[in-house]
């Protein structure tokens, strides 16, 4: 059965530095990604991201929001994948903190 994970990160940046990191954290994980074994799209509408990443015959797709205080993810995990839905909550969540806070 298909999952979607939400996640909410908290952050005191303005919008524009929330956005700013976030675009070069997927700018990091496209170069980073399996070699490219997983193919990345991701298209930004002023501060929402629209993003779709396609690795072993499975697709996901997401949608993230940079808001004034926080930074909301849902990501559409499909049924063979949803297995690492609370994994990958989890990792967003820690890695999300790490790339927004206030430095």
């Keep these: ?9 908290p952050h005191k940046l303005t919008r524009a530095t929330a956005r700013a990191r976030i675009e070069s954290g997927f700018g990091r994980l496209r170069q980073d990604m399996l070699g490219g ?18 690795v072993m015959g499975q697709s ?11 930074v909301h993810v849902e990501i559409d995990l ?3 994948l949803a297995a690492i839905a609370n994994k990958l909550r989890g990792q967003i969540q820690k890695e999300g903190a790490l790339l927004l806070e206030k430095k």
């Design 37 to 54: 074994m997983v193919k990345f799209d991701d298209v930004w509408t002023d501060d929402h991201l629209d993003f779709t990443a396609k």
């Design 60 to 70: 996901v797709t997401g949608r993230l929001d940079v808001l004034d205080d926080n």
């Design 1 to 9: 059965m298909a999952e979607t994970v939400k996640v909410d990160i």
């Design 78 to 80: 499909p049924g063979f």
